[in-house]
């Protein structure tokens, strides 16, 4: 099964990517281009993709993770960031608690914790 958990592996990491360069694309928009109605629309829909492809990769990600071979504390780490961030979204997009709403927000779009989670993740594959 190690060959299809890389597959897996490979999948989410393609989905990952394109679900959250949204992040950076947004920060440079917002600082080197004219924000105008029509990039305000791209992001709208942008960020759709965002909460689809996350969710997609994550049931990815459980499966690279279950077949894999290897394990080690810092993949443990990212994959329990992982599910913290999942949930957040979805709370937030779906609003599944109306009471927490803003809490999560906060939570969620935190810089640093987008940093500690891509970095958890390549710290934790290179000494895989
Ligand atoms: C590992 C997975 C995820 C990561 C690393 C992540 C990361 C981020 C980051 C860094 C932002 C801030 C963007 C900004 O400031 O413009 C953001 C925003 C957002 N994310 Fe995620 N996200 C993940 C999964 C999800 C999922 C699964 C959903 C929904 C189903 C989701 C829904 C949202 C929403 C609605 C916002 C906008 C919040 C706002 O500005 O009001 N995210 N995400």
Known sequence: MEGFSNLCGKVAAVLFIIANVYFPAKQIARRFTVWTKETADFFRVYLVLHGVLNTIA????????????????????????????????????????????????????????????VALIIIGHAIA
Do not use: D
């Not at 459980?62 to 071979?69: D, N």
């Not at 290897?70 to 937030?92: D, K, P, R």
């Not at 608690?97 to 914790?113: E, K, S």
């Open 58 to 117: 994550f049931c990815a990600l459980i499966l690279h993770g279950h077949y894999a071979e290897e394990h080690n504390y810092v993949l443990q780490a990212s994959f329990i960031l992982t599910v913290f961030l999942i949930l957040q979204g979805l709370i937030m997009q779906y609003k599944l608690a109306p009471g927490v709403q803003r809490q999560m927000r906060i939570l969620h779009t935190q810089q640093a914790l987008f940093f500690v989670w």
